[in-house]
């Protein structure tokens, strides 16, 4: 089973948000510069992101 996420945050915040992203999925992501017309909101304070972590799992089963 595949899992997609893409969070976004502005250069500012990025630490914090790749930290939660780490913190909730125990992954740590892809991180890629938005190029196109910013139209998303960071997370952490909803300013104009200026990237995006980009997050696949499913790579990885985890069975407990
Ligand atoms: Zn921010």
Known sequence: MQDFH????????????????????HT???LE???SP?????KWCG???????ELEYGIHEQTE
């Open 47 to 53: 300013k104009e992101a200026e990237y995006q972590l």
């Open 6 to 25: 893409i969070w976004y945050t502005c250069d500012e915040h990025l630490d914090y948000v790749m930290d939660d992203m780490i913190e909730e999925f």
């Open 28 to 30: 740590a992501p892809t």
């Open 38 to 42: 910013i139209e998303h909101s960071c």
């Open 33 to 35: 510069p938005l190029q």
